[in-house]
């Protein structure tokens, strides 16, 4: 099969184009490098045969066009990412995800080509209920608040693909992933777990925003992986949503404690509010838990690996030379 992998130079689409690959598939992954790197490809995929990285953007009509074109399959993972990133840039939050996925979902359409839509936990909201399903109501906070504008376009983002199965039979799976981890990842963005082990293994401090006992579950970027190529390979997951990710909750002060004990590190533990973390009225929610039973039901799925097994293979990443961003 030939496989167009969006954002395949970051750090879940890298894993995701090395599966493909290991598969014996042939895979084109479309890269504009804002926040993926070449090195999530190199030598993990660059150097293989079947694979070809192009440098551009899927908001290039044409080019997206031509690509999907030479795809039987395409999954579509590029997006603005990074709370961080998102809160300071509401603007290119809304274009780079909502507006981009347009562009890939209008180019699958008129070639009759299925598509994966990678969503996010983030379309619940504050949450209202626990843990999170598929077909929970969804409570989004206000426009003024950046944060919500990744959201409301993540769930753009489903509404259209859905749309699109609903109204044209357009094969579409969508996955909403909850915080994903492993090697490669970027914490420039804000992303927790690789600033925590860097901050461990420097001995500086470790930055816990808030009081610390706001709660996420952490799932290898692996699973993940697995999870998203099975549901892509039976026609039964389309016109769906499925969430993806780890049960098991951990407050962030949890994994502070975690990520010292396993890296063998004597930082300290300290709190910084949200306000100087991101932005003034910075809203958060306090407990990120999945309902996975649909995905476990349907394909089997089950996380394999633990948070300590994550850190530890994190530590040996960064020892390596790894990421550091
Ligand atoms: N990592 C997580 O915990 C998590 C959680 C929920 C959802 N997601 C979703 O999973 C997908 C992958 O995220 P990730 O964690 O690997 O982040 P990432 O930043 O490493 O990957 C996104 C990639 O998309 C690329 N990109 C952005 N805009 C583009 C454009 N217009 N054209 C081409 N490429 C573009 C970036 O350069 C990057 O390589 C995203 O859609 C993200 O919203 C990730």
Redesign the pocket.
Known sequence: MRYLV????????SYLCEALLDAGHSVIA????????IENIEPACLARPGFTFIE????DEELTGRLVDDADVIFH??????VSLVVNRPAHTIE??AF?SEVVLNAALERNRPVFI?????VYGKGVSLPMAEDDDLLLGPPDKGRWAYACS?LLDEFLALAYYREYDLPVVVG??????GAR??GR?G?VLPNFVQQAMRGDPIVVYGDGEQTRCFVHVSDVVGAVIKLMNRPESYGKVYNIGSTDELTMNQLAERVRSVCGSSSPIEHLPYDEAYTEGFEDLRRRVPDISRVRDEIGFEPTLTIDEIIRELRIYYSKGGGNQ
């Open positions: 969006t954002g395949g130079a970051g750090f879940i689409g479309l890269d504009n490098l804002s926040t993926g790197r551009g953007t899927v908001r993972l590029a997006s603005a990412v990074g780079e995800t981009a990678a969503s996010s936990s983030e993540k909403r992933f909850f915080n994903t981890v990842q970027a963005w992303m």
